[in-house]
């Protein structure tokens, strides 16, 4: 029996490490299991951030066009601003002159006879109608020039 013991006792130790190490291999798998999941998540976000990268890639290609036409826009914008400070220029220097122009306008305006008075008449000579046929000398041709005068 004591023969039987041991061998029966080195059974039962021989048991209990394996029971062991099968708890130990349960312990180690459910870690690696997480593990695996935690790759599988890691490889879908590297795979993702790859297509985002292309996004990116596109964004910034845009950001720069944008870029560009800000950089026109700002050109023309300057441009015109520099026509518009011209014909401002140009409007300002013809100012004086409409002035004058409007009061000599003014002037004359005032210097008119307001309706409904007399307008004076100056004697005006009024020629003779003749008929023009036949021969004229130079004389009658002055006289008829000074009559018209």
Known sequence: MSSANPSGKAQ????VELEEQMLY???????????????????????????????????EGRVNELDSYQKTLLEM???????????L????????????????IMRAMANQVPVGEAIPVTKVKVPESKPLCGVKDAKALKNFIFDLK
């Not at 441009?79 to 014909?87: H, I, L, V, W, Y």
């Not at 220029?89 to 000599?104: F, G, H, Q, S």
């Open 12 to 15: 039962k130790d021989r048991l």
């Open 25 to 59: 291999l349960v312990e180690v798998s459910t870690p690696s299991a997480n593990w695996s999941l935690v790759l599988m998540k890691f490889s879908r976000k590297l795979i993702q951030s790859m297509h985002s990268s292309g996004c990116v890639a596109q964004m």
């Open 77 to 87: 914008i300057n441009d015109m601003s520099e026509d518009f400070r011209a014909t």
């Open 89 to 104: 220029n140009v409007v300002r220097n013809e100012i004086p002159d409409v002035n004058t122009r409007l009061d000599l």
